[in-house]
């Protein structure tokens, strides 16, 4: 067992509200909802009803901390409600067009669509959904059938006896900036309970404790994670409308063969597109800026003409778990699931998770209800999840793209060249299992970068901060930093000369500052403008970043997207 030391921003010996619940879910996303809407009707049918299952969400508003680029394959919702389009499951339209677009640093582009589109790549079939009308839609129903849902309260611990998991704690509210207490303040509840699921999505703070305490990864591979970061756009209506159902993905410009990544573009309704950039974070420049890719991307002539004439009306950024099946850390122990993202459940290869995540939580649901009907929550009982995944569409589906990112680990050509054998070896590539790196071991030395900033502009190309008015992101001001720094004296001493303190490139959010001619000893850390995506927690090249949770209620509002 793997004793690491727990970072919380919660008092000590302080008195609290204690609940107790038979299942709780922490995260309100696709997963642990379907996960509370599949328990409830299995509890149900076995005359279980009086089982109490609570959903936490540390957003204010069900869906405000839900980004996705929003593809989906409907064969996950398909088996959690099988009337869904009947039944008014939100989708935007069914796609109608795919492709796959290189792009050249000189302007230039190459198209391959109908035969050419890469296997990989089509979407008919697939539908363009805004995940967080999804996410409100599977809460009302979870609603509908006896799931309670608290917004606005954020875990902030686990409670362990031993190995075994007995709840959570959430966030202590009505802490001053400098830890001391405000009139406001009130102490976190304690919630326990018989099973809980983590459902808190990439990297989650608790999850990560989890991970390492248990060792949960053990025998794995490192995760290996991508930074994602979009913008919804409204553009002129005429080329709305011909976008419309369209998916494209591209690769190329501004990537190159340097790193692992690619943008999209979806148009998403008569008047809107949707478009990102996804970059892994096992690139090894010091200067990687996630968001400055997506500006360059912006300005390549095929997206400029796309979106000329528009307007941003979101932004967001997220990171996925990108390092597929041999990166999954076991799901089960004493008293607890992991689901969706935060167990890895997304295929890199299509880019896609919804599905995936609403299996996970199906599986995790058939687990539990055996579990809570024989009384006996115990990591055997729990086993039964693993199980019922390795005998699932879902293993098969990732299977079949088990070594699809680490293949990219030596560049794009390789990894290209090896996804074709993998595509006619069902999977295996010309390695049977391939290893990898944690993201922030493979970061080179600051004098090595080859990274250029882009020219930024007010229409088309804007910067970070004007970027983050758009995720709606708002904090309580006058709280302790939710951004650790673990050892600030290795910012200065270390980090700045041998990587630059990357912190302030990586960051989507610009939360992290070195002003010029400021205080040596120190990053201005504007937390208020963090959206929650957790890149500074696994990129920092000493781990020095802990990410832990704010004030219930805080973080980006992401609206329709
Ligand atoms: Fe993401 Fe960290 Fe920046 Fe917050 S501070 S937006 S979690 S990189």
Not at 76 to 96: D, H, R, Y
Not at 261 to 267: L, N, S
């Amino acid at each position: 067992m793997n004793e690491k030391p727990q970072y919380t921003l919660n008092e000590r010996d302080v008195e609290r509200d204690e609940l107790e619940v038979d299942v709780l879910l922490v995260g309100a996303g696709p997963a642990n909802l379907a996960c509370a809407l599949h328990l409830q009707g299995l509890l149900k049918k076995r005359g279980l009803e009086d089982k109490t299952v609570l959903v936490l969400d540390k957003a204010e508003e069900l869906g405000h901390h839900t980004l996705s680029g929003a593809v989906m394959n409907p064969i996950g919702i398909s088996e959690l409600v099988p009337n869904w389009k009947a039944e008014g499951f939100p989708i935007e339209c069914e796609v109608t067009y795919d492709a796959m677009a290189w792009l050249r640093p000189g302007g230039k582009h190459h198209r391959f669509d109908g035969m050419l589109t890469p296997p990989q790549l089509k979407n008919h079939g697939n539908y363009i959904v805004s995940l967080n009308k999804v996410v409100r839609w599977l809460a009302e129903r979870a609603e509908g059938l006896g799931v309670d849902i608290y917004p606005g309260f954020a875990a902030a611990e686990v409670l362990y006896d031993g190995q075994r998991v007995l709840g959570v704690q959430t966030r202590d509210s009505g802490l001053a900036r400098d830890g001391s207490r405000k009139a406001t303040f009130e102490p976190g509840m304690n919630i326990r309970a018989g099973v809980t699921v983590f459902g808190e999505g990439t990297r989650g703070n608790l999850a990560k404790d989890l991970i390492g305490r248990l060792g949960l990864d053990q025998g794995k591979n490192p995760q290996t994670y991508g930074t994602g970061v979009k913008e919804i756009w409204e553009i002129p209506a005429q080329r709305a409308k011909e976008l419309y159902g369209s998916v494209f993905h591209v690769g190329g410009y501004p990537l190159g063969g340097d790193g692992y990544g690619g943008g999209w573009v979806y148009g998403i309704s008569e008047s809107h597109i949707n478009l990102g950039f996804v970059v892994g974070l096992d690139h090894h420049d010091a200067k990687l800026d996630p968001h400055a890719l997506f500006v360059k991307f912006k300005q390549h002539p095929f997206v400029a003409e796309l979106i000329a004439g528009g307007k941003v009306v979101r932004y967001g950024a997220k990171t996925l778990p990108e390092g597929g099946y041999f990166a999954m850390p076991r799901f089960v122990g004493d008293g607890f699931c992991l689901v969706g993202d935060t167990a890895g459940f997304l295929n890199t290869a299509t880019l896609k998770g919804i599905h995936l995540s609403i299996k996970s939580g199906m599986l995790a649901a058939e687990a539990i209800a055996e579990a809570l009907a024989a009384g006996d929550t115990s990591r055997e009982k729990l086993e039964l999840y693993p199980e019922l995944f390795e005998a699932s569409w879902a293993k098969q589906e990732l299977w079949k793209v088990r070594n699809f990112r680490q293949a990219f680990d030596g560049g794009m050509l390789g990894g290209m060249l090896d996804a074709a054998v993998q595509q006619v070896s069902g999977g295996r590539g010309l390695v049977r299992r391939r290893g990898g790196h944690a993201d922030h071991s493979t970061t080179r030395k600051v004098s090595e970068s080859r990274f250029s900033e882009p020219k930024y502009n007010d229409t088309t190309a804007m910067d970070k901060l004007t970027d983050v008015y758009f995720s709606g992101a708002i904090h309580e001001e006058d709280q302790p930093s939710h951004l650790l720094i673990r050892d600030p004296s290795i910012c200065v001493t270390r980090c700045t000369e041998e990587y630059g303190n990357p912190c302030q490139r990586f960051c989507p959010a610009a939360v992290y500052e070195w002003p010029q001619g400021a205080d040596p000893e120190g990053v201005q850390i504007n937390a208020s403008n963090c959206v929650h995506c957790k890149t500074c927690d696994i990129a920092d090249p000493y781990e020095n970043i802990e990410w832990v949770v704010p004030e219930g209620g805080g973080g980006p509002k992401y609206i329709d997207m």
